[in-house]
């Protein structure tokens, strides 16, 4: 009778494979690779989701030949979690077969990592390891996509579903649909090139001198009148080392908002100046700071 029990429990096990740069031990590489699949992967299914079992390539015991082995989990597991920092090749390679297996993944990657323009689109959790907190927040953000993951109606996107969805389409359409397809094609060609262009914007990326004042979201509203702009700008603190790669990357997202004229950086902070004058233009701005890691931002002078 105990067996039975056991062979049942055995068989509702869920897997749930972690894919990414992992690095030989001892390597910052490695380091890396272990906070995040011991500091917010493990913990966070263990405390909501224990009838899973984490897997990474390098903890497989099982006898065999270990690319097998992988190609195997990426087809087969329940759930795949992709770390797209550092941009490693194998685990671009290996996000790539789970989705053409259609299947449930979940995207991180570190704060500070530029996504390639394929992937950039969909959904990820960035996450930082700087600050015990920030444990805390990827967990909880996991959490939640775990559980739209694995949810019954849960369908994946991906570029490469995407892609496969456009072909039935394609196979199936009436003429009036195709042309109705072809025309929203062209329009997501025409926006793609419009940001590629904006992407090209030249900032300056000259270092803080100094300690900008702050001023008052009310105050600045006050100041704010017809086509005078203030020198002001808005200003972004990080809980991770800032880099020119970084900087650069946030003003091409904000540049897709309203163009980016000037933008100093330092260990932790960005400032980029205002060029607009619509309270709704610059909380998009803002936006976009707390998306890409900012924990406070704050109005300038």
């Not at 055995?10 to 380091?31: L, M, S």
């Not at 797209?84 to 290996?94: H, I, T």
């Not at 900032?203 to 300690?211: A, C, D, K, L």
């Amino acid at each position: 009778m105990a067996k039975k029990v056991e062979e049942s429990t055995e068989r509702t096990q869920k897997t749930c494979f972690v894919v990414g740069p992992i690095g030989g031990a001892g390597t910052d590489i490695r380091t890396h690779a272990d906070w995040l699949l011991d500091g917010i992967i493990k913990p966070t299914f263990r405390e909501h989701y224990p009838d899973f079992e984490v897997v990474r390539s390098d903890t497989i015991t099982a006898p065999g030949m270990i690319d097998t082995q992988m190609i195997n989990h990426l087809l087969d597991a329940d759930l795949v979690i992709v770390d797209m920092s550092l941009l490693n090749a194998n685990a671009f390679y290996e996000m790539g077969i789970r989705h053409m297996a259609r299947k449930p993944v979940i995207h991180m990657f570190i704060a500070g990592t530029s996504i390639p323009f394929d992937v950039k689109p969909y959904r990820a959790i960035e996450f930082s390891l700087v600050q015990h907190a920030h444990l805390a927040a990827a967990q909880q953000q996991l959490k939640n996509a775990i559980q739209d993951a694995i949810s019954p109606n849960y369908v994946p996107d991906n570029p490469v579903t995407k892609a496969q969805n456009y072909t039935q389409i394609e196979r199936t359409a009436e003429p009036a649909d195709r042309i109705l397809m072809q025309e929203l094609l062209s329009l997501k060609s025409e926006v793609n090139a419009l940001k590629k262009s904006q992407h090209g914007t030249t900032v300056t990326f000259p270092r803080m001198t100094n300690s900008p004042r702050p001023v008052s979201w009310a105050n600045w509203l006050k100041h704010t009148s017809g086509d005078k702009i203030p020198s002001i700008a808005l200003r972004a603190e990080f809980p991770f080392t800032v880099t020119k790669e970084f900087a650069k990357e946030l003003a091409d997202r904000i540049s897709l908002i309203f163009p980016v004229e000037y933008l100093a950086s330092d260990t932790s902070q960005i400032s980029i100046a205002l060029t607009v004058t619509d309270p709704k233009l610059v909380e998009a701005a803002r936006q976009v700071m707390l998306e890409l890691g900012a924990t406070e931002t704050v109005i300038v002078s």
